[in-house]
Nanobody, 124 residues
Framework: QLQVVESGGGLVQPGGSLRLSCAAS?????????VGWFRQAPGKERERVACLSSSDHNEYYSDSVKGRFTIARDRAKNTFYLEMSGLKPEDTATYYC????????????????RGQGTQVTVSS
């Protein structure tokens, strides 16, 4: 089965850090894949967080996370990550990863492989 699965969510205090992982199974995350992270808070629409387009040609971060979050891929582990630091209560959401064999600039467009989500809660 071709899928991507998130892990690494949890409860963290404001100002803390977390690393989310997205592991692909059933297929290889070749360098030409675009990869991305999205999130959805209760009562809000899903929003773009961070994406890398094919061959890391383009890197996108939403204004709300720029300078605090970093997206990166590890081809040897068939996994990509979202490093989050300086977390704020407004970062609380379910985080979803996605992968797509076509180029996706600024996270826009359909994504072939989408995960089920991992919860991140930022609270004291």
């Amino acid at each position: 089965q071709l899928q991507v699965v998130e892990s690494g969510g949890g409860l963290v205090q404001p100002g803390g850090s977390l690393r989310l992982s997205c592991a692909a199974s059933g297929f290889t995350l070749e360098f030409y894949y675009s990869v991305g992270w999205f999130r959805q808070a209760p009562g809000k629409e899903r929003e773009r967080v961070a994406c890398l387009s094919s061959s890391d040609h383009n890197e996108y971060y939403s204004d709300s996370v720029k300078g605090r979050f970093t997206i990166a891929r590890d081809r040897a582990k068939n996994t990509f990550y979202l490093e989050m630091s300086g977390l704020k209560p407004e970062d609380t959401a379910t985080y979803y990863c996605a992968a797509e064999p076509e180029r996706r600039l600024d996270c826009l467009g359909p994504w072939q492989h989408r995960g089920q989500g991992t919860q991140v809660t930022v609270s004291s």
